[in-house]
Nanobody, 124 residues
Framework: QVQLVESGGGLVQAGGSLRLSCAASGRPISSYAMGWFRQAPGKEREFVAGILWSDSLADYANSVRGRFAISRDNAKNTVYLQMMLLKPEDTAVYYC?????????????????WGQGTQVTVSS
């Protein structure tokens, strides 16, 4: 079983940057697709970004493409989300996720392990 712990959230002004980290434990994540989701108050949780083996196999929501970058360091069992040009509408709790049931599959709907989340607040 994989445990995921997010960190790096905080308060930032619009136009600023933050980098989120997701540290995994319990088993290596190198074969798993890893993703980031977010949930704003009163809204459904939504997909943000996912990555399979490397940066070249990444998937992004249209709302963040070109501003956010997902990456992974399998040696550290860690996934990152670099967020740039942040907007107030990016304010949400950000969750790290892993698809442990289907190794090698990058699909937005197939994530089964979740972290507790980290709050990101973007002020205008």
């Amino acid at each position: 079983q994989v445990q995921l712990v997010e960190s790096g959230g905080g308060l930032v002004q619009a136009g600023g940057s933050l980098r989120l980290s997701c540290a995994a434990s319990g088993r290596p994540i190198s074969s798993y697709a890893m993703g980031w989701f977010r949930q704003a108050p009163g809204k459904e949780r939504e997909f943000v970004a996912g990555i399979l083996w490397s940066d070249s196999l990444a998937d992004y929501a249209n709302s963040v493409r070109g501003r956010f970058a997902i990456s992974r360091d399998n040696a550290k069992n860690t996934v990152y989300l670099q967020m740039m040009l942040l907007k107030p509408e990016d304010t949400a709790v950000y969750y790290c996720a892993a698809n442990t049931r289907q190794p090698g599959i990058l699909r937005r709907s197939e994530y089964d392990a979740w972290g507790q989340g980290t709050q990101v607040t973007v002020s205008s």
